[in-house]
């Protein structure tokens, strides 16, 4: 396997940390916290105001690679230098993706579905 990609694991202790958590694990959380604070606020918008946001992205073919390509920058080990882990190709190829298919508004459903829902009844969904 090259890799692996986990969808918020586990994002909902962040929202409900359990009591008798270890030093490491206090410290995890506490990691989590600080990343929701300075990255997560996309998660936010996505959840709650997915349409507006989708129209953007939708209507801009820059505005949605600038909004993908942001999340590749952050979210990777590049320290700052995005093509030294990926390619040109593989950054357009994924904007390519949503821009072609129309599929930016319905990959913020989750997001929409996690806000109004609730972590708990969400994650006892996704358990099913």
């Given at each position: ?29 506490e990691k989590n916290e600080t990343w929701q604070k300075t990255e997560g606020a996309y ?73 109004n829902s609730g972590a708990v009844t969400w994650i006892a969904e996704a358990v099913k």
């Amino acid at each position: 396997m090259v890799g692996i990609h986990l969808t918020d694991v586990p994002f909902w202790h962040v929202f409900q940390p359990p009591k008798d958590l270890s030093r490491d694990e206090a410290a995890f959380i506490e990691k989590n916290e600080t990343w929701q604070k300075t990255e997560g606020a996309y998660a936010l918008i996505q959840g709650t105001r997915p349409q507006t946001l989708a129209a953007g992205l939708r209507d801009s073919p820059i505005g949605l690679a600038t909004w993908l390509i942001d999340k590749f920058y952050a979210w990777s080990d590049c320290h700052g230098d995005l093509e030294s882990r990926f390619t040109k190709d593989e950054l357009l190829t994924n904007v390519m993706v949503y821009w072609l298919t129309d599929t930016i508004d319905s990959s913020f459903l989750p997001y929409w579905d996690f806000v109004n829902s609730g972590a708990v009844t969400w994650i006892a969904e996704a358990v099913k």
